[in-house]
C-alpha cells in the first residue's frame, strides 16, 4: 500500500479555480492516509510544472501520484510520461477529472462543486494506494499495412507508406481507382482535373514494389490485433482479362452488349452498358463486367476472346500489422420531393450538374433537349438540417458549387448563376472564389435554417422563391432553366467495414477518431487508423493531410519488430473459473476463449479492457488490471463516507 503519494490540483487557468477552492481541496486531502505533498498549480500541464514534478518524485521518493484537472482524454498521457521521466511506474499514477466532472457542470455551485472535487480528488487517493507496477506488454509486429479505399486518402496514404520502407496492400472495392476524386473536372485553387491528380497517384502506386493494388477487392472479415491482424479480402471477377490492352476491340465489344442501365459514374443522367469502362484513362485501363445487369448473351465475348464470363471470386488472407480505413464519403440523396427532387424534370444535384458539364461539348449547354442559360443553387441540402438527422454542415460545399459556377462560365459564358444560400462558407483562401464570383456578376440570396427556399412547377416553368434576408425578407423569385441541389457528404450507405472492425461511430455517422485534435487519426482499436472523408466531412487538401497524418501513425506501429501495447487488460484467476462461457458471449472483441485446461483465458494483445466481462462471471474469476475490485471498492467506500 502507497504511503509516499504527491497530489496536484491544477486551477486549469481559472476553468476549475473560477468554480472550486482549490485551495480547500488541498487542505482537504493533503491529511489523507500515505499522501506525503498536496500542491496546487495554475497549470499543472505547464513545462514548469511537470519539472516540478519529476523533482518531487525524485528527492521525495514517491510511490504512487495524483494529479486532479482536466480530462484524461486530455493529459493523461502528458502526467504519464512525467512520472516516467522521474523513475516511477507509469501505472502508479491515477488521473482525477476536476473540470469537465466538476467545475464546468457545476458553474453556479461553488461549495458544492468544492465538495465534489474534494470526493473525486480522495478517490482518486484511495486507488492510486492500491495500485501496482505493471510493464507493458510486448508484442512481435507484422511489418505490413492494409489501406482500405484507394480514393485520393488511400492512395496517398499508401504512397506515403511506401516510401517509409513498409509494405502495403491497397484494397479498392470498386473495380476502378480514383474515389470520387475521378468524377470531377477542375480542382478548387488548382487547374489540375480530378482524373489528372488519380493519374498521377497510379503512375506512383504502379511504379512501386512496396504496394500490392487489388480492386473489386472487399474486407470480408479480420481477426487478431494490433501488430498482428489476419484480413481475408474477396476478390470480384472483372470477367474481362487484365491483358486485354486493345482498346478498339475493347470499344467493340461495349458496344456491342444490348443492355443499358444509369450509369453511376455520371449519377445516374446517362445510360452504360452492362460491359463499361467509364473514361479513357481510368485504372485499371480495362474494361469489366455488371454481373448484376449482364444477360450473359455472350454478343461480347463474340468480338473479344479475352472476357471469360465463368471467372469466379477469389479470396486473398492479408498479415498485416495495421489497418488504415480511407472508406470515403456519398454524396447525400434528396429524399422525393425534397426542393422538387425526382418530381420536377429540371432539379438535379450538384453532383450530377458537375458531371453534366464534364462531358456536354463547349458552347450551349443543354438538359432534356432543352437550353440551360438560367441556374439555381440551392444550398445546404442534406447539410445543416433542422429536423433531420445531418445537424453537421459539410463544409466543402460552398466552395465546390461557387468553383463549379465560376468554371462552367469558361464553357458555358451565357450561363447566368443564382445561389440560394444559409449564410456562405468559403474559409480560408477559398474565400477568393466567393469574392470573384461577386465581381463576376452571380446574385446571392440568403434564407434562415428555418425558412428555406421553395421550388415552384407551373406553366412548364420552374422557379425558385426565397424570404430574402438581405433585403428585409422580401419575397423574390427566379425562373431557372436548371435547379442545382448542392447536396453535403453523408457516410457510406454500404460499409460494413466498421461491423468488421468494430469501429466506433459519432452522432454524424462518420468513423470516430479518438480526439480530434490530440489523436485525429486514431480509433479506440489498437492498430487502426483512419483517413480522409470516412470520418467526416473533408475537401481534397484536408483529405491527403488527414491521410498523411494516418500514414506517420501507422508507421510508428509497424515500423519496428516488436510493439509495446497497454497491459489494462481483463485477467483470469484460473482456480475460480468453472467455465460457463458467459464471459466470452459478453466481450465484444472476441479476445476470451476456453484453453487446454478448460477454463477461460484472455487474449491480451485482443483485450481492449474495456470490462464487459468482468460483471457477467458467477464465479467472480475475472478481473480488470489496474481496475481491479479492491481497487474501485476503496473508491467507493471513500465516497461513501464524504457522503
Known amino acids: 500500500m502507497k504511503q509516499r503519494i504527491g497530489v496536484y490540483i491544477c486551477h486549469c487557468g481559472g476553468n476549475i479555480s473560477d468554480y472550486v477552492d482549490v485551495e480547500k481541496v488541498r487542505e482537504a486531502v493533503a491529511q489523507n492516509d500515505g499522501v506525503l505533498i498536496a500542491k496546487t498549480t495554475m497549470f499543472a500541464c505547464a513545462d514548469s510544472n511537470q519539472k516540478g514534478m519529476v523533482q518531487d518524485i525524485k528527492e521525495n521518493q514517491l510511490d504512487g501520484v495524483v494529479v486532479a484537472s482536466c480530462s484524461p482524454k486530455l493529459h493523461e498521457i502528458t502526467f504519464k510520461a512525467v512520472v516516467e521521466r522521474a523513475g516511477l511506474n507509469k501505472y502508479n499514477y491515477v488521473h482525477a477529472n476536476i473540470r469537465e466532472q466538476v467545475s464546468w457542470p457545476h458553474s453556479d455551485n461553488k461549495a458544492g462543486a468544492t465538495q465534489k472535487a474534494i470526493q473525486i480528488v480522495k478517490a482518486a487517493i484511495a486507488k492510486v494506494r492500491l495500485s501496482e507496477a505493471i510493464e507493458p506488454l510486448e508484442v512481435d509486429t507484422t511489418q505490413a499495412v492494409l489501406v482500405i479505399g484507394a480514393g485520393v486518402a488511400g492512395m496517398k496514404a499508401a504512397i506515403s507508406l511506401s516510401k517509409m520502407g513498409t509494405k502495403v496492400y491497397l484494397i479498392e472495392r470498386e473495380p476502378f481507382i480514383g474515389g470520387r476524386i475521378a468524377q470531377w473536372d477542375v480542382l478548387c485553387l488548382t487547374n489540375e482535373t480530378g482524373k489528372e491528380l488519380v493519374s498521377r497517384l497510379y503512375t506512383e502506386i504502379v511504379s512501386n514494389k512496396n504496394i500490392a493494388l487489388y480492386t473489386g477487392a472487399q474486407l470480408v472479415d479480420c481477426k487478431g490485433s494490433i501488430g498482428n491482424f489476419t484480413a481475408k479480402v474477396k476478390l470480384s471477377p472483372r470477367y474481362v482479362k487484365e491483358t ?173 448563376h443564382f445561389h440560394f444560400t444559409r449564410g456562405i462558407r468559403t474559409y480560408g483562401k477559398q474565400e477568393q472564389l466567393y469574392h470573384n464570383a461577386s465581381k463576376s456578376g452571380h446574385v446571392f440570396f440568403q434564407s434562415y435554417e428555418d425558412d428555406p427556399c421553395r421550388v415552384e412547377h407551373k406553366n412548364n416553368k420552374t422557379t425558385v422563391k426565397i424570404n430574402d434576408i438581405l433585403t428585409n425578407r422580401k419575397e423574390l423569385e427566379v425562373e431557372a432553366d436548371i435547379v442545382v441541389l448542392v447536396t453535403g457528404m453523408v457516410p457510406r450507405s ?150
Open 244 to 416: 486485354c490492352i486493345d482498346k478498339e476491340i475493347l470499344k467493340k465489344a461495349i458496344n456491342a452488349c444490348p443492355v443499358e442501365v444509369p450509369d453511376e459514374f455520371n449519377f445516374g443522367i446517362t445510360k452504360r452498358r452492362a460491359i463499361y469502362h467509364n473514361f479513357p484513362a481510368e485504372y485499371p485501363q480495362t474494361a469489366v463486367i455488371d454481373m448484376n445487369s449482364c444477360t450473359r448473351c455472350g454478343k461480347c465475348t463474340e468480338i473479344c476472346d479475352k472476357i471469360d464470363l465463368n471467372m469466379k471470386e477469389e479470396f486473398l488472407e492479408l498479415k498485416v500489422g495495421s489497418i488504415l480505413v480511407a472508406t470515403g464519403f456519398d454524396p447525400y440523396t434528396p429524399n422525393e420531393g425534397e426542393f422538387g427532387y425526382n418530381v420536377i424534370d429540371n432539379v438535379i444535384t450538384l453532383s450530377q450538374f458537375k458531371r453534366l458539364l464534364a462531358f456536354s461539348e463547349p458552347g450551349k449547354l443543354q438538359w432534356h433537349d432543352k437550353p440551360v442559360k438560367n441556374v439555381a443553387y440551392i444550398y445546404c441540402v442534406g447539410s445543416r438540417q433542422v429536423d433531420g438527422n445531418n445537424k453537421y454542415c459539410s463544409r466543402y460545399c460552398c466552395t465546390a458549387t461557387i468553383n463549379t459556377a465560376l468554371k462552367s462560365n469558361d464553357k458555358f459564358p451565357e450561363l447566368n
Open 494 to 643: 454500404n460499409n460494413n467495414i466498421s461491423d468488421i472492425l468494430k469501429l466506433p461511430r459519432g452522432r454524424d455517422n462518420f468513423f470516430n477518431e479518438i480526439h480530434m485534435k490530440l489523436r485525429p487519426v486514431e480509433t479506440v482499436i489498437d492498430g487502426i487508423t483512419i483517413a480522409g472523408a470516412c470520418q467526416g466531412p473533408k475537401n481534397v487538401v484536408e483529405s491527403i493531410n488527414s491521410a498523411l497524418s494516418a500514414a506517420i501513425k501507422t508507421y510508428s506501429f509497424v515500423g519496428k519488430d516488436k510493439l509495446m501495447v497497454k497491459p489494462e487488460v481483463a485477467e483470469v484467476t484460473p482456480d475460480l473459473c468453472k467455465w460457463c462461457d458467459e464471459c466470452t458471449k459478453a466481450c465484444p472483441f472476441d479476445a476470451i476463449f476456453k484453453n487446454e485446461q478448460g477454463v477461460a483465458q484472455v487474449n491480451e494483445t485482443v483485450c481492449k479492457g474495456c470490462g464487459m466481462c468482468l460483471p457477467v462471471c458467477p464465479t467472480n474469476a475475472i478481473q480488470l488490471k489496474t481496475f481491479s475490485d479492491i481497487e474501485i471498492a476503496s473508491m467507493i467506500d471513500v465516497l461513501a463516507n464524504e457522503l
